[in-house]
């Protein structure tokens, strides 16, 4: 057993009490025994999940990060088989080599493939791929001491439920996923800057179907007719290079300061400084993939900048039809707070529907960003979720640290259905907050 | 291509080598007890390039099992380039003071049924004239520590043997490198306690064990700072030491 194991966001402080499960063939006893000793758990997989979702309501996971192995690949199909703890890098690791690339990839690789699929987790493609589930073949669901094995043709109800189902469902212990081929492990990306939100949306409009990739930063400080100034990033997998597999050196931030580094001061100066020295016309840039994707896996326990009070991730999802103005409000509240994050990532969402019951992406604009814990920052955000809630969008689980009930239930319908399919020794705190 | 044969190739240090070595596309002869667990290895190192993995069920304590072992592992793989030797437990050694059974069950497991292992194995070694033995040891056997003595007496009996093997074989073409690693997050120490800025992760030991074979280092401590560690341990005079409680 270790202690004080946290989620990314080291918010809420409820620090859990570890049990590690190493072998695939040991795990229907260590849930058993772990969930008769206290009551309840919930699989925890590499601690990427901001909020409380990763937290058992009990205060004891199941780690199932040391099920690291793979199972069988198919280099011709290209489909691979693994255990659920390991790392999305593990499996690229593997695959590029090969000519195989993540059909869907978020913006860390330090994601486990059990947490992938139980958050449903999106990436920059999601306009082309839909999300991670989309991509999901198959898995190993551990329920009520029974094994089962959910596709989209056996236990449907069990595979949609599961994707998207935050870890409620059962133990995920294996997965099958389909990959997708590439030529060369290099990105061809363009960078531009826009003036305001509306330039975003005319952007995203023109390039995002001619793109695989598709993101922008927004400056979230700016005030007025600069409201969503950024930079628009899109990319495509290189048709010539090599299939190289990143091996960036990384940083680290050594400890936690008791005091947040992210604040008015360096926000302002990093957020001018990076809308300044991103050109006005389209520049073209051709790099490895770690970076285009995993800027910030670059530095390792990045989120101690935030502090001993940790941080808060915002991250909402608002329908195409009100997108450009409820978009607006929720920046200009932001800015007005002067609250704001070093990357604030704006991206617009596809119709490609998701398997999952609980998935967090619809047809519209997602903004995420990161906020310091401090006093005043639930009226931002209190401010923040009756914008999208009027708006009809939504906040996706794997971020939040405080959505309320009401909103997540009107937001998720299906709730209910997730409910009914829980494995009633799974529970987290999210869970119990949402829905009690 | 090497050939590699693991003892206790499902503990978390010799998997760890095995991912490596796979990934070269070497070929594996692999020994544990637990059949399941064998699987699982087997399909891992498979997958990350593995050119053939062939599994032997095996007690480490049952030394009338060693003999038919080796035959079949020479039979699958003619030749053996590196002989990982990775088997053990960590014993209580509480429990170890309480009961004589225990104390030399746990001392069989962790040294002499080494020492078995090696002495077949030396004699095979001796007739191909070429490869590399890999002893896992400890830095708990550089010195005796109230807290597991019992360990750091069976992983001394291992280094100081691996000492005397290394000068026989040497003569021969055949090289023996002594492992001690520190403290490494593994299932064997889960639970413990151990002082975060000092465990190492399996992966970057394996790292540092490929590298040492590969140079035909004689003893290596890994992570490598553990070498200035025990040599302050190893430098207190018995007076104080055995005031200690380490």
């Not at chain 1, 199932?64 to 690949?73: K, S, Y």
């Not at chain 1, 080599?97 to 990436?123: E, K, M």
């Not at chain 1, 991670?132 to 043709?153: D, N, P, T, W």
Request: aromatic residues 10%; neutral net charge; charged residues 20%.
């Amino acid at each position: 057993m270790s202690d004080s194991l946290y989620s990314w966001g080291h918010y809420p402080d409820k620090p859990q009490s570890g049990h590690p499960s190493n072998w695939r063939d040991d795990l229907p006893h260590l849930l058993e025994q772990v969930s008769r000793a206290y009551g309840g758990t919930l699989p925890y997989g590499n601690g990427r999940s901001y909020g409380d979702s990763c937290l058992a309501s009990t205060d004891h996971v199941l780690c199932t990060r040391g099920l690291d192995r793979f199972i069988e690949a198919d280099w011709e199909a290209g489909t691979v088989c693994a255990e659920a703890g390991i790392t999305l890098a593990e499996i690229l690791a593997i695959a590029i080599p090969r000519g195989w690339f993540l059909a869907v990839t978020p913006g860390t690789q330090f994601v486990t493939l059990g947490g992938a699929i139980a958050n449903d987790v999106h990436g920059k493609n999601h306009h082309v791929r839909g999300t991670f589930g989309k991509h999901v073949l198959s898995f190993g669901l551990l329920r009520e001491g029974q094994a089962i094995v959910c596709s989209a043709s056996s236990n449907m109800h069990l595979y949609s439920a599961t994707i998207g189902g935050l870890g409620l469902t059962g133990i995920i212990s294996w997965a099958c996923i389909q990959l997708i081929p590439i030529r060369a492990s290099q990105i061809n990306s363009s960078v531009v800057r826009f003036s305001n939100l509306a330039e975003f949306f005319s952007l995203s409009a023109e390039l995002d179907h001619q793109h695989e990739y598709s993101v922008a930063w927004i400056d979230c400080l700016a005030k007025g007719r600069d409201t969503g100034r950024g930079v628009f990033i899109v990319g495509d997998h290189a048709q010539f290079g090599t299939l190289e597999v990143g091996s960036r050196s990384k940083l680290r931030v050594p400890f936690t300061p008791p005091l947040s580094l992210i604040n008015r001061l360096s926000l302002q100066a990093f957020n001018q400084a990076y809308w300044h020295v991103h050109p006005g016309t389209s520049k073209r840039v051709r790099g490895s993939y770690e970076p285009f994707f995993y800027p910030l896996d670059r530095i390792l326990h990045w989120n101690r900048v935030y502090g001993r009070l940790g941080f808060q991730q915002y991250q909402c999802v608002i329908p195409d039809d009100v997108a450009d103005v409820a978009m607006r409000e929720v920046l200009e509240a932001i800015a007005d707070a002067g609250h704001g994050s070093f990357l604030a990532v704006l991206k617009r969402c596809g119709d490609i529907k998701s398997p999952g019951l609980l998935s967090f992406p619809l047809p519209g604009a997602s903004l995420a960003l990161d906020f310091p814990q401090k006093q005043g920052l639930e009226k931002l955000f209190l401010r923040l979720d009756q914008i999208v809630h009027e708006a009809g969008g939504r906040l996706y689980p794997a971020k939040d640290a405080h959505m309320s009930g009401g909103h997540f239930r009107r937001a998720y319908p299906a709730w209910e259905q997730l409910e009914a399919l829980r494995d009633p020794s799974l529970n987290s705190h999210f869970w119990k907050r949402v829905t009690e | 291509m090497k050939r590699i044969l693991i003892i206790g190739a499902t503990s978390a240090i010799a998997n760890a080598c095995a991912r490596a070595w796979a990934e070269q596309g070497c070929e594996f002869f692999l020994v544990a007890r637990s059949v399941e667990k064998l699987e699982l290895t087997q399909a891992d190192l498979t997958v990350r390039g593995a050119k053939a993995v062939t599994l032997y069920c095996m007690d480490a304590t049952d030394f009338s099992a060693h003999g038919p072992m080796l035959e079949s592992c020479i039979a699958t793989m003619r030749q053996i380039d590196v002989a990982l030797i990775a088997h053990g437990t960590l014993p209580d050694q509480k429990a170890c003071e309480q009961d004589v059974s225990t104390a030399l069950d746990e001392l069989t497991r962790n040294g002499t049924s080494v020492i078995g292992l090696l002495t077949i194995l030396a004699n095979q070694f001796e007739i191909q004239r070429c490869g590399t033995f890999a002893v896992i040891s400890s830095v708990a056997g550089d010195r005796g520590r109230p807290s597991n003595y019992l360990y750091g007496t069976a992983k001394a009996a291992v280094s100081t043997f691996c000492e005397g093997l290394r000068g026989r074989m040497f003569k021969v073409g055949v090289h023996v490198i002594t492992i001690k690693p520190g403290f490494v997050d593994t299932p064997m120490t889960q639970g413990l306690g151990l002082p975060v800025a000092l465990v190492a992760k399996p992966a970057q030991v394996a790292k540092l064990i490929l590298k040492g074979i590969d140079k035909g280092s004689n003893t290596i401590y890994v992570p490598g700072f553990w070498r200035f560690i025990m040599l302050i341990i190893k430098s207190v005079p018995s007076f104080i030491f055995k005031r200690t409680n380490l």
